[in-house]
């Protein structure tokens, strides 16, 4: 059974994601916040799975919130996903550097709801590509980032570096492999290789590496 605490501050959306949650014999929602505060301890008292998180709440923001769901040792288990407007929020970087494994607009279909949950709480990361897109032109549109080569990237055989880029740019195992003509599961074993070598807990923060690297430019996937 997975279990998901809601965060968000308006009680209509978390009815919402309520009811399609709890359609799902695998899916159970152990609990409710209206703010980043009380997401936490929920957090803390229920050791859910996944955490569906706003970003814009009272008393404590969603980042904040996650920030400090994903940075303490005790909580380890606990994922969380960022739901976001997408359009209006200007945060998809901060949420990835906060620690969040996924990203869901709120007007998302419930059959992508429900696939970001499994695929977060089985320790997988989940970024659209719509939203790799808004974090591909949000970093390059900011004049004090530069690119980070890390020396971590040295351990990376020439493919490996191929297939970070191509993780970087939001593309899913399937994709990578049928862009570079391997098996999915090859694709799967590069990516798996590349996690254990750069010391990265998930796919998530392979795209921050890809980013701050300089891997990854706009127009790079063209």
């Given at each position: 059974?997975?279990?998901?605490?809601?965060?968000?501050?308006?009680?209509?959306?978390?009815?919402?994601?309520?009811?399609?949650?709890?359609?799902?014999?695998?899916?159970q929602?152990?609990?409710?916040?209206?703010?980043?505060?009380r997401?936490?301890?929920?957090?803390?008292?229920?050791?859910p799975?996944v955490?569906?998180?706003?970003?814009?709440?009272?008393?404590?923001?969603?980042?904040?919130?996650?920030?400090?769901?994903?940075?303490?040792?005790?909580?380890?288990?606990?994922?969380?996903?960022?739901l976001?407007?997408?359009?209006?929020?200007?945060?998809?970087?901060?949420?990835?550097?906060?620690?969040?494994?996924?990203?869901?607009?709120?007007d998302?279909?419930?059959?992508?709801?429900?696939?970001?949950?499994?695929v977060?709480?089985?320790?997988?990361?989940?970024?659209?590509?719509?939203?790799?897109?808004?974090?591909i032109?949000?970093?390059?549109?900011?004049?004090d980032r530069?690119?980070?080569?890390?020396?971590?990237?040295n351990?990376?055989?020439e493919?490996?570096?191929?297939?970070?880029?191509?993780?970087?740019?939001?593309?899913?195992?399937d994709?990578?492999?049928?862009?570079?003509?391997?098996?999915?599961?090859?694709?799967?074993?590069?990516?798996?290789?590349?996690?254990t070598?750069?010391?990265?807990?998930?796919?998530?923060q392979?795209?921050?590496l890809?980013?701050?690297?300089?891997?990854?430019t706009?127009g790079?996937?063209?």
């Amino acid at each position: 059974m997975i279990r998901v605490v809601l965060a968000d501050d308006q009680t209509l959306v978390r009815a919402g994601f309520r009811s399609i949650l709890s359609d799902e014999e695998d899916l159970q929602v152990v609990g409710e916040a209206g703010d980043g505060e009380r997401a936490i301890a929920l957090a803390r008292e229920l050791r859910p799975d996944v955490v569906l998180m706003d970003i814009r709440m009272p008393v404590l923001d969603g980042l904040e919130a996650t920030r400090r769901i994903t940075s303490d040792e005790r909580l380890e288990g606990v994922r969380v996903v960022i739901l976001t407007t997408f359009d209006a929020d200007d945060h998809v970087y901060g949420a990835l550097r906060a620690g969040a494994s996924g990203f869901l607009v709120k007007d998302t279909e419930p059959m992508e709801l429900l696939h970001a949950v499994r695929v977060v709480a089985r320790g997988d990361a989940l970024i659209a590509p719509a939203v790799t897109r808004r974090l591909i032109a949000e970093f390059a549109g900011r004049a004090d980032r530069r690119p980070d080569p890390s020396p971590r990237l040295n351990a990376l055989t020439e493919r490996e570096r191929e297939v970070l880029g191509l993780v970087g740019a939001g593309l899913s195992n399937d994709e990578i492999a049928g862009r570079l003509v391997l098996s999915p599961a090859t694709a799967k074993t590069h990516v798996s290789r590349i996690m254990t070598k750069l010391a990265v807990r998930d796919r998530a923060q392979l795209v921050i590496l890809a980013y701050e690297s300089g891997m990854i430019t706009p127009g790079w996937l063209a």
